[in-house]
C-alpha cells in the first residue's frame, strides 16, 4: 500500500466515524450508524494491516517487492 492508500483509508475511516456519531446522536438511523461504525473499524483494521505487511517485508531492496 501507498502512503496515499494509507491516508486516504484513515480519512475515510474518520468521516464515517463522525457521520456516524452524528446519526446516533441525532436519534435518526441506527442501523446507517452501525453500519458506519463498522465500516471504519474495517479500513483501520485494512491500514493497520497494510502496515504490518509493510513491516514484514522490509525497506525495497532487502527482498522487498517494491511498488
Avoid: C, N, W
Wanted: aromatic share 2%; charged share 20%; hydrophobic share 35%.
Amino acid at each position: 500500500m501507498t502512503e496515499e492508500t494509507f491516508a486516504q483509508l484513515t480519512s475515510i475511516s474518520h468521516q464515517l466515524q463522525t457521520r456516524s456519531y452524528e446519526l446516533s446522536q441525532a436519534g435518526k438511523d441506527h442501523d446507517v450508524a452501525m453500519i458506519m461504525s463498522a465500516l471504519a473499524v474495517t479500513m483501520d483494521a485494512v491500514r493497520s494491516l497494510g502496515e504490518d505487511l509493510r513491516q514484514l517485508t522490509g525497506p525495497k531492496g532487502l527482498g522487498a517487492e517494491g511498488e
